[in-house]
Every structure is written in C-alpha cells, then in structure tokens.
C-alpha cells in the first residue's frame, strides 16, 4: 500500500482517523496506531512484519542491558551486540546477493548468490533504531521499558517505509503525552495534500518523460536529449522523495506527533555543502551525528571521517557500484569546498556558484539513476561533445514542446511557495483571511485532481521504498 494511491487516501486513512478519533485514552489512541502500523507495513508482503517485530524485540532488549548495565565496558559490549545485530541485518538483506556476486566475478568462484527480495523501508526504520540505542549509551535519552512504546516508534506507518528518519528524541513525549488541536489538523491535512499533488501531479508526470529518454536506449540519445533526460529526472526524484516526507510529516501532525523536517528546497542552494544541508536531512544528519564522531586508532581525523560517511551514504542508498560511485562523487566535492574554504566560495561570484552546484547535483543524479555501470558510460558520455549521435535531435524537442508547461510549473514549485505564502498571511488579519480561504480552496483543487489522476493511473510506487 503506498500513500498515492485511493485505498490509502480514501479508505486506509479514513479508517484510521476514525479509530484514533473514537477512542479517548491515550494508551488506546497507541494500540489502535501500532496496530495500523503493522497492518500497513504487511500489505502486500505479510513476512516483512515478523522482521520488524524481531528488530523491535532485539533491540527493546539492546536498551534495556544498556540501561540495566552499570559497566562502561559491559554497556558497550550490549551496544556493539545490538549494532552487528543492526548493521548484519540490512547486510544480509540488501548486500549479500551484491557482494556474493562481486567476490564470484573477482575470483571466478561460483558461490552460491542470496536471492533475498529487498524489504521495503528496512535501511530507515533500522537507523532509526540504531540511532535509538546509540543515544541509550551516548545518556541522551532513557531506555524505553514500555516494549509497545518502543514499537510505536518503531513502527509508526506515516514515516515507517521512507522517512523521515525520525529520532526517538524527537517524539518520545509525545508518545506519552500528545494532543491534536486544530491548527494541527488544518496544517497536517495541508501537507499531506501537498506531498500528494508532489507525487501525483508533477512526480509521477514527470517520470514518464525519465522513463522515454533514460530508460530506453541510452547510449542513442543526443546532447541535448541526455541532459534534458537527467535535468527531468533530477525534478522527479525531489518532488517523488519530499511529496512522501510531506505526506509523512502531515499525517504525523495529524495523530499529535512532530517529525523534524527532510527537505528545505534544496535546488536553491548555492554549493554542494549546503545541497547536502537541504537534501535528506534526516539521513545527513544522522551520518554527521553516529559517524562523524568516530575516531580511527584512536584518534578523529576529519578527511577519514569525510571519507567513511559519503561511503556510507552511496552503500546506503543501494547494492550496486554506482551508488557507491555516487557518494564517493559528492564525497569529493564536498573536500573540494572543505578545502577551498567558506571565505574563498563566498568570493566567487553568486551566479557561478549557482551554475558549478546545479551542474553537479544533475549530472549526479545521472550517476544514481544507472545502476547499469556499462549504461553509465554511456550516458557520461552523452553528456559531452564525444557524443556520436549530434547535439539534438527530434524527439527532445518533441517532448519538451509537450511537456513545458509541466516543467515550468515543476520548476517554480522547488521554490518556497508555501513560506512566501505563510508570509503574506501575517501581514494583517485581512490578507489572513483571504490567504486562509485561498489556501483551502487551492487544497481542494488539488486534492480533486490528484484523486482524478489517481483513478485510472498504474501506481507508481515511491523511488525511495527500495531504500
């Protein structure tokens, strides 16, 4: 079951609203969500939910040793069990069929290769995990005894299959202690209709615009085609990935609980430190929280820490070289700005800044897209004078004429309407007024053409599950 789809918005949803709604203690409001929960992250593929209830036990008891346990060295000894817990499983799950794979090619061994299916949502769901019982041992917050508590988390269906990672921090009060007011559910019922119009409207429009030009034959497009390919892509990716963290953080206001933002319009950045700032926060700050800090023989070395967490980020992201390619890619121009300094890129004038960060956050996204090394070629190739098919040819300019009012509208919305909206609606209580009915009359609109476009359409599962 995936959020842009009608049994979601128009059955799953409501049912749960109305469960949550009917019952009034708190604890019940928590078994009702759990329940949910569960049922939401089994549909379709019963199996996976018996995983997830062995990672919340597993780790219910990680907590509770390390809270329990008075040692220093006998709470690290809990916690390094909990991790390669952790960490073996996604291993196992997502990179056993990978590596198997690799060692069989690098030694022309025939091993046998793990053909495990690939478990929606397990890389997120398990950092947040490990950021849970990281933080245990770390004193920044207290084990949870409550087993159905700590599942709650866990659990919780809004953010379970694609983020945002959510601290335990972040929502531990409010699992104990949590009302919904009607700013809440007004707000949350917006972002949820936001992050679908994102999915359905613009995302899933634009994929089939990717899917004419990089999903074909790549190797026979031109200049032009290549570039328009990756540019259309790389405005699929961002409304795909942050429709579903707005859906995400609107339900999560409306069932009372505060996810921490995932995405900060991140096509306006000026440089790739700052791309990185604005894109997948949840993701990036947890690398610079659990990964940056670790030291090697014994000592923090800056460029080795640099170098571990942009490895982790490609690995994360996938079982396949290019997207080991593609951390090691940012990794570099990451250093490269490190290097350069703050004083020095801010001295480079702004629009040479703005054309250097665009020009790197496309041409990467082209490197995440193909998971086809040979294709990869390819297409880097295309994306140069060495191209043997010309610079444009028809079919680009075909395409383009068809689809530029989309790729307009695309456009314009990685600005930050919304905040120059809410803007305009605090400069008097008049302009609040109209700017209140605007807003929920443009709500409805889209809701009525996201629920059209929905009705006959293959659904077009969010690209970050498979993470």
């Known amino acids: 079951m995936i959020f842009s789809s009608l049994i979601f918005t128009y059955a799953f949803l409501p049912l749960c609203l109305i469960l949550y709604g009917l019952i009034k203690p708190l604890k019940g409001k928590n078994a009702v969500l759990i329940i949910l929960s569960l049922f939401f992250y089994a549909w379709g593929e019963p199996v996976r939910v ?32 909990g991790l390669v817990f952790n960490i073996g499983m ?23 290769v793990p053909d495990i299916a690939p478990l929606a949502g397990i890389s997120f769901y398990t950092f947040q995990i490990i950021s849970y019982i990281v933080d245990c041992y770390w004193g920044k917050v207290e084990p949870q005894r409550n087993f159905f508590k700590l599942l709650l988390y866990i659990s919780l269906f809004p953010q379970l299959i694609a983020g945002p990672i959510v601290r335990y921090s972040t929502i531990a009060e409010e699992i104990d202690n949590r009302h919904t007011t009607l700013r809440d559910y007004s707000e949350g019922f917006s972002r949820f209709i936001v992050g679908l119009a994102k999915k359905v409207i613009l995302a899933d429009q634009l994929h089939r615009i990717v899917d004419n030009f990089l ?102 992201h996938g079982a396949s070289w290019n997207y080991i390619i593609w951390g090691v890619y940012y990794g570099l121009f990451i ?55 010309g610079f444009c040819g028809i079919s680009e300019k075909i395409s383009l004429y068809n689809n530029l009012f989309l790729i307009i509208v695309a456009i314009i919305c990685t600005f930050p309407l919304m905040k120059w909206f809410g803007k305009l609606a605090e400069r008097s209580d008049g302009s609040k007024t109209v700017v209140s009915v ?19 359409a293959t659904t077009q599962a969010f690209l970050y599950w498979h993470f």
């Open 438 to 456: 605007s807003g929920t009359v443009i709500c409805a609109g889209l809701l009525i053409l996201s629920s059209i476009l929905m009705v006959d």
């Open 335 to 389: 250093l490269f700005e490190e290097l350069l300094g703050k004083k020095r890129m801010k001295k480079i004038p702004l629009v040479i800044r703005h054309i250097y960060s665009k020009l790197v956050i496309i041409i990467g996204f082209g490197i995440f897209y193909f998971e086809d090394i040979n294709k990869l070629g390819l297409f880097l190739r295309n994306l140069t004078p060495a191209n043997p098919n």
């Open 50 to 81: 018996g995983l997830l209830i062995l990672s919340a036990v597993v780790n219910y008891f990680v907590g509770i040793g390390i809270g329990s346990i008075k040692s220093n060295k006998g709470q690290k000894a809990v916690l390094a069990a």
């Open 90 to 112: 996604i291993a196992v799950i997502k990179y056993s069929g990978f590596l198997m794979t690799n060692v069989n090619s690098l030694f022309g061994s025939s091993l046998p």
């Open 215 to 316: 999903g074909g034959d790549v190797g026979a497009l031109t200049v032009c085609g290549t570039w328009y390919g990756v540019i259309v892509y790389s405005l699929y990716i961002y409304f795909d990935f942050s429709g579903y963290s707005d859906m995400a953080i609107g339900m999560g206001r409306i069932f009372g609980f505060h996810f921490n933002e995932n995405f900060d319009h991140p096509y306006l950045s000026k440089d790739i430190t700052e791309f990185w700032q604005r894109w997948h926060i949840s993701l990036g700050s947890f690398f610079r929280d659990y990964l940056l800090p670790v030291t090697f023989f014994g000592h923090r070395n800056k460029y080795l820490s640099l170098a571990l967490v942009w490895l982790c980020t490609g690995v994360w």
